[in-house]
């Protein structure tokens, strides 16, 4: 079992920037790939980012390529999401999950077992 705290959401001009991190307990988190993913008002939760257990794979969804980053401490059973050049378009709860998978990532939603309660993410035009 995989729980998971998201922290560092809040309220950002366009073109700032903004961290997010989700601290898991239990074992074996370099076991887990770890994913962003974000929910909009009115609209679908979407993939954001994924890395895998070792940290050796990385995937991006087009919208934040080259903008947002994942990163993760496996020391600290923490993985982050750097935000920079942020678009009111960002605007979302921003939810971190787990799936098994040490070398895989995984872009589907529903390949993820374990959600954390989300963190609000503001972008102001």
């Known amino acids: 079992q995989v729980q998971l705290v998201e922290s560092g959401g809040g309220l950002v001009q366009a073109g700032g920037s903004l961290k997010l991190s989700c601290a898991a307990s239990g074992r074996s988190f370099n076991t887990y790939a770890m994913g962003w993913f974000r929910q909009a008002p009115g609209k679908e939760r979407e993939f954001a980012a994924t890395i895998s257990g070792s940290g050796s794979s990385t995937r991006y969804a087009d919208s934040v390529k080259g903008r947002f980053t994942i990163s993760r401490d496996n020391a600290k059973n923490t993985v982050y999401l750097q935000m920079n050049s942020l678009k009111p378009e960002d605007t979302a709860v921003y939810y971190c999950?787990?799936?098994?998978?040490?070398?895989?990532?995984?872009?589907?939603?529903?390949?993820?077992?374990?959600w954390g309660q989300g963190t609000q993410v503001t972008v102001s035009s």
């Open positions: 999950a787990a799936r098994y998978g040490i070398y895989t990532v995984a872009i589907d939603s529903t390949n993820y077992a374990y």
